[in-house]
Nanobody, 123 residues
Framework: VQLQASGGGSVQTGDSLRLSCVASGRTFSNYAIGWFRQAPGKEREFVAAISRGGLTTSYAGSVRGRFTISRDNAQNTMYLQMNMLKPEDTAVYYC?????????????????WGKGTLVTVSS
């Protein structure tokens, strides 16, 4: 499945943004989908993931309670609602997929990456 992230922008501390990830190609509902981010000078890190049917979600500790992941399989789209944004959330955000949500949570997993979307949070 091919995934394209969008919705990034420049905001201030405490603001909200909603990122979208649109799928094309293979059946979207066959894939668990996750969000990752890479800040300048840092390694890419896991942010959140959602299972194929949307019943199971997983979050990094740094975003739990502020970010919400969701998906609409009928629209082949996944969302990341980001609230109470902080400067440390500044990064390029990527979406990717796997057959199993556990793979997305595995730091050693080999995943495919498309073009990300930049989120900049100023203080």
């Amino acid at each position: 499945v091919q995934l394209q992230a969008s919705g990034g922008g420049s905001v201030q501390t405490g603001d909200s943004l909603r990122l979208s990830c649109v799928a094309s190609g293979r059946t979207f509902s066959n894939y668990a989908i996750g969000w990752f981010r890479q800040a300048p000078g840092k390694e890419r890190e896991f942010v959140a993931a959602i299972s194929r049917g949307g019943l199971t979600t997983s979050y990094a500790g740094s975003v739990r309670g502020r970010f919400t992941i969701s998906r609409d399989n009928a629209q082949n789209t996944m969302y990341l609602q980001m609230n109470m944004l902080k400067p440390e959330d500044t990064a390029v955000y990527y979406c990717t997929g796997s057959g199993w949500i556990g793979t997305l949570e595995d730091p050693s997993a080999k995943l495919n990456w498309g073009k990300g979307t930049l989120v900049t949070v100023s203080s």
